[in-house]
C-alpha cells in the first residue's frame, strides 16, 4: 500500500489518531470534546497508554478487567470519515507493518451531546439512537455504499420514505438512512429514549439556526420532527452519527451513539452547564459497556 494512502506517524501508528494494534482497544468509547476525554481518567482503574494529536485524544486503559479506549472525535462527520478508517486500519497495523488478515471488530459508543427535536424530551434527558439519517451525504462518496444498498432493504425503505417527506431540493446531499446496533442498543440504553438520530453537516444552517444567514430550507427542524418510519420518530439532531454508523457497517463494527440533551429546540431552551450530567452519562455508558 503506497505511503500516501496508508499515512503512517513517525513511529508507525495511524497518522491522525497515533493509535495502532497493541494500543488500541477493541472496546472504543468516542466523545467529540478532546477534554472530555479526562473524564475517563478519574473512571478508569489503570492507564496504560495516552496521545494527543491535534484534537485526537486517546486514552486507552481497563474497568473492571475490561479494556477500553477512549477517543475524542472533534467536531462533524468529515473527522469521523478519518476516525472510522483510522481505527479499522489501526487493527491491522503493528510498527507501521500492515496486516490486512487481522479478524478483531470494534464495539464502539459514541457519547455526545445533542437537541432535541420533540417538545417532550427535556433538556438532561438521554436519547439513543436506533437508526441514523445522514443529512452530511458522506457515506455516498464510498463505492461499498453504493453497493451495499441491495443489502440494507430496511435503510432503502426509510431513505425513500425520508425523501418523499421531505422533499429536498437536488442541489443538497442525497441523505442516507443506516441502523445502529441492536446488542449495544439493548446493553446500554433500556432506559433511554429511542429514537432516529439526525447527523447536519453543520451546526448553524444545517440544524435550522438564523444568525446573519439563513437555512436554505424552511422549517428543518419542524419538517424533521415530523418524521416517522415505522412509528420511530426524529428525536434530535447532531453532527457525527450517521458517519460512525455508516463506516461500521461496511467495516464490520459495532456501533451505538447515546446523547445527552442540552437543547430544546421546540422549546428554545439550553443547558448551559452540562458538565455534572455528562459525567454520569459517562460513568453508566463505562459500566455498561464492561
Not at 503512517?8 to 495502532?20: E, F, N, Q
Not at 421531505?166 to 438512512?177: E, G, I, T, V
Request: net charge negative.
Amino acid at each position: 500500500m503506497k505511503a500516501s494512502e496508508l499515512v503512517l506517524a513517525p513511529d508507525g501508528s495511524l497518522y491522525h489518531i497515533h493509535l495502532m494494534s497493541s494500543t488500541l482497544a477493541d472496546k472504543v468509547l468516542l466523545v467529540g470534546d478532546p477534554a472530555r476525554v479526562d473524564m475517563f481518567k478519574e473512571i478508569f482503574e489503570r492507564i496504560d497508554f495516552e496521545s494527543h494529536n491535534r484534537e485526537l485524544h486517546a486514552l486507552t486503559g481497563i474497568y473492571h478487567g475490561s479494556r477500553m479506549t477512549a477517543l475524542s472525535t472533534g467536531m462533524g462527520c468529515d473527522n469521523i470519515d478519518i476516525v472510522m478508517t483510522e481505527l479499522d486500519a489501526a487493527l491491522r497495523v503493528e510498527n507501521g507493518e500492515w496486516n490486512p488478515k487481522s479478524d478483531r471488530h470494534l464495539q464502539l459508543v459514541r457519547i455526545g451531546t445533542s437537541g432535541s427535536l420533540q417538545a417532550d424530551i427535556d433538556c438532561g434527558s438521554h436519547v439513543a439512537a436506533r437508526y441514523a439519517i445522514g443529512l452530511d451525504g458522506l457515506m455516498n462518496y464510498y463505492k461499498e455504499w453504493n453497493e451495499s444498498k441491495s443489502q440494507r432493504a430496511e435503510e432503502s425503505k426509510m431513505e425513500e420514505a425520508f425523501l418523499q417527506h421531505m422533499q429536498f431540493d437536488n442541489h443538497l446531499a442525497r441523505p442516507y438512512c443506516v441502523a445502529g446496533s441492536e446488542p449495544l442498543l439493548d446493553r446500554i440504553a433500556t432506559d433511554m429514549h429511542h429514537g432516529i438520530t439526525a447527523t447536519a453537516p453543520g451546526f448553524y444552517g444545517p440544524q435550522g439556526r438564523t444568525i446573519r444567514l439563513h437555512p436554505a430550507i424552511d422549517n428543518l427542524n419542524e419538517k424533521l420532527a415530523s418524521f416517522r418510519f415505522e412509528g420511530t420518530p426524529v428525536t434530535n439532531l447532531e453532527m457525527e452519527t450517521s458517519a460512525i454508523y455508516g463506516f461500521s457497517h461496511l467495516l464490520g463494527h459495532e456501533a451505538l451513539t447515546v446523547c445527552l440533551i442540552i437543547a430544546n429546540r421546540p422549546r428554545g431552551t439550553f443547558l448551559n452547564d452540562y458538565h455534572p450530567q455528562m459525567r454520569q452519562l459517562v460513568g453508566t455508558v463505562v459500566e455498561r459497556l464492561a
